[in-house]
């Protein structure tokens, strides 16, 4: 199994800067790779970043692409997420994934981004 926690959210007036961070332990690999979604009220869970975990290789949605940037750190095991100029759509939940090679996902509880106007 493989646990995941994220940290690093909180209430940010619009324009301004968050980083998330996500941890993961367990049976890890470097063949898994990490995701970010995110769900705002009401709506479905969305994609928002990816990342190779040994290669480096991201992946990102439209709408955050080049105000977001993901980055991990292999030794500790973590991925983080620079969230800058956000906006007040940016408002959700945000997840963490440990994606493995099969496409499966193990889950973190999530962690809340509040973005004022």
């Known amino acids: 199994q493989v646990q995941v926690v994220e940290s690093g959210g909180g209430l940010v007036q619009a324009g301004g800067s968050l980083r998330l961070s996500c941890t993961a332990s367990g049976r890890t690999s470097s063949r898994f790779a990490m995701d970010w979604f995110r769900q705002a009220q009401g709506k479905e869970r969305e994609f928002v970043a990816a990342i190779i975990w040994s290669g480096g290789s991201t992946n990102y949605a439209d709408s955050v692409k080049d105000r977001f940037t993901i980055s991990r750190d292999n030794a500790k095991n973590t991925m983080y997420l620079q969230m800058k100029s956000l906006k007040p759509e940016d408002t959700a939940i945000y997840y963490c994934?440990?994606?493995?090679?099969?496409?499966?996902?193990?889950w973190g509880q999530g962690t809340q981004v509040t973005v004022s106007s």
């Open positions: 994934a440990v994606r493995t090679p099969v496409g499966s996902r193990y």
